[in-house]
């Protein structure tokens, strides 16, 4: 029988499901590299790759196997595969940006253990795909509004999200889109560098992020009486601050946020919240030439009449922080459990703390490769924004599950 590789589900998974990896029809204790590739939507390429041993019986699966010392991870790590995917091209980030096509994976099984692959034994390609059948993509262009809303299937009302990115601009609809397939009418949202929307805002309106609530709450599909927001970095101190300013929040799952404003000023009616100053020059050199702007900006809590940070206690929202704990962009950790505190301190319970080991600023959905080195969001040179391989792939799986269990919670 000639070897080949034993996909479940067979042809085609969610980019955030996991998938079953088994190789059949190997010699006896046969040693073989399996590599996985996929290339984004500009052609770069990203790879893993792993050395196994099969059993007497010539099968290996990896749920059983663990993968050998020399490849990109070893260890059992059945989804190993995916979750160590790193771009050729230096620095280089996994961005979906046409979530309605799947991402192609190639999945190849090569004899050895060599430093260069032996013969092709088997191969194998698989859809990583962002939209469930029936989920419905709808392009929302209202009043000022510029987003995308993904609703599940069928006719019924689902809780509603609103997903903010961080800084960048544009709009990004992975995260939204995966979120729908967990039952959830997610509205991702652009607030600048998109369509007719500012290039470079001078200030940020939450007047707009209201009638993106207002929106959401008005559709028919959408069960009130209040929505959730999930935002990361700069968006999820957005996400905040509507909290703490707007009607309707019933709860809000931050990624990495800062809880003070940066680098762009918000304001609200009357109200102008200005931003934390930033330190170009506090930067530290790394050991790897990379710089680490972790101590870049000011403490929000050391000021006692601090005007950056968002009064978070006016909120009546549910909070789930779930922060990094070798974020260098934004010293998140310390941030949430400093405002835990003054919310503790006026007698409130409505917040918890998930803080990950290992894990840098970015926290993605599952499966998403490690970006831990890359353009630092504000000075734009090259950063260390922190994070480490395996306990990364660890804390993205945590992370989704907690952020749908406490929205289907709250919601």
């Known amino acids: 029988m000639a070897p080949s590789i034993r996909l479940s589900p ?24 399996l590599r996985t590739s996929l290339r984004d939507e500009t052609g770069e390429l990203f790879q893993a790759s ?11 699966d990896l749920a059983r196997c663990p993968a050998l010392p020399g490849g ?31 991402f192609l994976l190639q999945m190849e099984v090569f004899e050895g253990h060599g430093e260069r692959p032996g013969r092709l034994l088997a191969q194998a390609q698989h859809e990583r795909a962002f939209l469930r059948d029936g989920v419905r993509r709808v392009p929302v ?12 299937p069928g006719e019924d009302t689902f809780p509603g999200i609103i997903d ?12 939204a889109s995966l979120l729908a397939n967990h039952g959830f009418a997610t509205l991702a949202l652009a607030y600048y560098k998109f369509e007719d929307l500012p290039q470079e805002p001078k200030e940020l309106h939450l007047e707009y ?6 929106y959401m709450l008005q559709h028919p599909q959408v069960k009130g009486p209040g929505v959730g927001l999930l935002g990361f970095s700069k968006g999820a101190e957005v996400c905040l601050a509507m909290a703490a300013f707007l009607k309707n929040i019933s709860a809000v799952a931050s990624l990495n946020a800062p809880v003070a404003v940066t680098v762009i000023p918000l304001s609200y009616k009357d109200k102008i919240i200005p931003t934390m ?8 050199a790394t050991n790897s030439k990379f710089l680490d702007y972790s101590d870049g900006i000011d403490d929000p809590f050391q000021d006692p009449g601090n005007q950056s940070r968002i009064p ?31 919310l503790q301190a006026q007698g409130k319970e409505n917040f918890q703390i998930l803080s990950y080991p290992g894990t840098g600023h970015c926290i993605d959905p599952p499966f998403f490769p490690l970006y831990h080195i890359g353009s630092h969001p504000v000075f734009h040179k090259r950063a260390v924004l922190g994070g480490e391989l395996r306990a990364y792939s660890k804390a993205q799986v945590h992370a989704w599950s907690q952020i749908q269990a406490f929205f289907k919670k709250y919601l």
């Open 72 to 102: 990109s991870f070893s260890g059992l790590e059945p989804m190993g595969l995916l979750w160590a995917l790193q771009p050729e091209k230096p620095f280089w980030r996994l961005v979906k940006r046409d979530v309605q096509s799947p």
């Open 141 to 152: 262009r209202e009043g000022r509004i510029r987003a995308t809303l993904f609703l599940p």
């Open 209 to 214: 992020f209201e009638e993106a609530v207002n």
């Open 277 to 284: 100053t930033l330190y170009e020059h506090k930067a530290k």
């Open 10 to 33: 067979a042809a085609r998974s969610l980019f955030d499901e996991p998938l079953a990896i088994a190789v059949q029809g190997l010699g006896p204790r046969q040693q073989v590299t």
């Open 312 to 342: 978070l206690e006016k909120g009546e929202a549910q909070f789930l922080f779930m922060v990094g704990q070798d974020d260098r962009v934004v010293k998140s950790e310390y941030y949430a459990t400093e405002v835990c505190k003054l």
């Open 50 to 60: 792993a050395r196994y041993q099969a059993g007497d019986d010539g099968e290996l």
């Open 164 to 175: 903010i990115h961080g800084l960048g601009g544009g709009l990004f609809e992975s995260r």
